[in-house]
């Protein structure tokens, strides 16, 4: 049986649910992992995602940087079309809103999620985009 340390999308995402993320919630090097649940803006179905994520304070944090390609990913793509989303934590599933960090947030942000995972300073390196920090606002 794997860690889930080499999972990687539906599989990831699969794994993870079927295991309340005992496989799949730690990832490559320690990162964490939560499932974030889109509605796909043009087909209208559900679309999961497996996504490091942070915290601060009761918020939820991952970075849109599809390895810093210069489009976004198709995840924050449908979250600009309609914001509300599910996120799993382990075996915990609740609706969230999603946003933009701000302008102000992200110098706050931004390192909460590079010391998680170091390579989105590389990311950002290789493209014009700003890579964006997206708040998850659980709305419990």
Same mark, same amino acid.
């Given at each position: 049986? =794997?860690?889930g340390?080499?999972?990687?999308?539906?599989?990831?995402?699969k794994?993870?649910?079927? =295991?309340?993320?005992e496989?799949?919630?730690?990832?490559k090097?320690?990162?964490?992992?939560?499932i974030? =649940?889109?509605?796909?803006?043009? &087909?209208?179905?559900?679309? &999961?995602?497996?996504? #490091?994520y942070?915290?601060?304070?009761?918020?939820?944090?991952?970075?849109? &940087?599809?390895?810093?390609?210069?489009?976004?990913?198709? %995840?924050?793509?449908?979250?600009?079309?309609?914001?509300?989303? /599910?996120? /799993?934590?382990?075996?915990?599933?609740?609706?969230?809103?999603?946003?933009?960090?701000?302008?102000?947030?992200k110098?706050e942000? %931004?390192? #909460?999620?590079t010391? #998680?995972?170091?390579?989105?300073?590389?990311y950002?390196?290789? =493209?014009?985009?700003e890579?964006?920090?997206v708040?998850?606002?659980?709305?419990?």
């Open positions: 049986m =794997t860690d340390s080499e999972l990687f999308g539906p599989e990831h995402v794994r993870y649910v079927e =295991t309340d993320g496989v799949g919630h730690d990832w090097r320690g990162a964490p992992v939560a974030l =649940t889109t509605t796909g803006r043009r &087909s209208g179905e559900p679309r &999961s995602n497996p996504l #490091i942070g915290q601060h304070g009761d918020d939820y944090l991952v970075v849109a &940087s599809k390895g810093g390609w210069d489009e976004p990913p198709a %995840w924050y793509r449908n979250l600009q079309e309609n914001p509300n989303a /599910q996120l /799993q934590v382990w075996g915990e599933r609740f609706p969230v809103r999603a946003r933009d960090a701000t302008a102000e947030e110098p942000l %931004w390192p #909460i999620m010391a #998680i995972w170091p390579d989105y300073d590389d950002q390196r290789r =493209t014009e985009r890579i964006p920090v708040v998850l606002e659980p709305q419990r």
